[in-house]
């Protein structure tokens, strides 16, 4: 890959184990991510994004503690994956994720 290419990521670059031991790991990232979310915030307004989102695997999360959720995603097929398994959160493709379209501010 020359110096100028970008790398592309893919199910297998984000997703290390299968079956029953990546059941386990959401689980567990799950539960750590609502035990820390739930110790800092006391309601369900607000906004909220995950940078690099992937196909939603802890965004959705986001959306039981926040009124508006966005995931910023730079590989177009996760951003699709992710709209039709996690309907409530907005899935955006960006160039980059150095550089989004939102206004400073805009998430809690």
Request: aromatic share 10%; charged share 25%; with cysteine.
């Amino acid at each position: 890959m020359d110096g100028n290419a970008r790398a592309v990521w893919r199910a297998e670059h984000v997703v290390d184990v299968r079956d029953a031991a990546f059941a386990a790991r959401i689980y567990i990232e799950h539960h750590d991510l609502r035990r820390i979310l739930t110790s800092v915030r006391s309601n369900d307004d607000g906004n909220a994004c995950e940078i690099g989102a992937g196909f939603g695997r802890m965004t959705v999360v986001l959306t039981e503690f926040f009124r508006t959720v966005v995931g910023f995603e730079r590989e177009p097929h996760f951003v699709q994956e992710g709209s039709r398994l996690f309907p409530a959160v907005r899935f955006q493709q960006v160039d980059t994720l150095a550089q989004l379209p939102a206004e400073d501010g805009t998430f809690d």
